[in-house]
Every structure is written in structure tokens, then in C-alpha cells.
């Protein structure tokens, strides 16, 4: 069980390495249009990614 969680935290960090590696331009122009939208729409798009993260873990298992 811990394997699994680790194994899924370095994933996660490989991706967001990635980003800042590739494409840190890309990263800075999507922060800048996050930061227009209203408190409301970035919890709306969080429980968003977090509702499809979680339904993607559970269809895995």
C-alpha cells in the first residue's frame, strides 16, 4: 500500500518537474490566467480535478 502511494507522489513530481523543465513560459502565462478568475471558478475547477483524480483511482483499481 505505501509502495503504491509512493510510487504514485514520484509520478506526480516527475510530471510537474516536467513542466517547469519543458515549458516554464507555458507554466507562467497559465498562472497569470488563473490568477483572473474568481476565488469561486479556481475551487470549482479544484473539486473538478479533484473528482475526476478521484474517480481515475477508483476505474484503476
Do not use: F, W
Amino acid at each position: 500500500m505505501i509502495d503504491n502511494i509512493l510510487i504514485g507522489l514520484a509520478a506526480v513530481l516527475i510530471a510537474e518537474g516536467l513542466v517547469y523543465l519543458l515549458a516554464p513560459h507555458a507554466l507562467e502565462t497559465l498562472l497569470k490566467a488563473l490568477s483572473t478568475l474568481s476565488l469561486s471558478a479556481r475551487r470549482q475547477m479544484g473539486a473538478m480535478l479533484c473528482l475526476g483524480g478521484c474517480i481515475l483511482l477508483a476505474l484503476s483499481l
